[in-house]
């Protein structure tokens, strides 16, 4: 069974860092596209991060310049490490592997959620 194990959720001031780590187990990590989601109270979930298979990220512009994924196919593990957190950044995180297979079938997998909390 597969099992995405995320790590590193808390509570920061504003200004403050966090990194999330979510170690997967069971599946060919290195081929999978990795994301960090995140769902605020009242909203709906939202793409913060993802990183192919080769490497290439994108972001959500909230988060361009404060925010960092990377991976480590050694580990199978991807981490997020958020920089200069604000309130608005307080939700919660899961972490997300895809793959999309060339007939078109897609894997896709869920961690659980880990609580980001930014206030003073």
């Known amino acids: 069974q597969v099992q995405l194990v995320v790590s590193g959720g808390g509570s920061v001031q504003p200004g403050g860092s966090l990194r999330l780590s979510c170690a997967a187990s069971?599946?060919?990590?290195?081929?999978?596209?990795m994301g960090w989601y995140r769902q605020a109270p009242g909203k709906q979930r939202e793409l913060v991060a993802a990183?192919?298979?080769?490497?290439?990220?994108n972001y959500t512009d909230s988060v361009k310049g404060r925010f960092t994924i990377s991976r480590d196919n050694a580990k199978n593990t991807v981490y997020l490490q958020m920089n200069r957190l604000g309130p608005e950044d307080t939700a919660v995180y899961y972490c997300?592997?895809?793959?999309?297979?060339?007939?078109?079938?897609?894997?896709?997998?869920w961690g659980q959620g880990t609580q980001v909390t930014v206030s003073s």
């Open positions: 069971r599946i060919n990590f290195s081929i999978y596209t």
């Open positions: 997300n592997a895809n793959f999309v297979g060339v007939l078109g079938h897609m894997w896709n997998y």
């Open positions: 990183i192919t298979s080769g490497s290439n990220t």
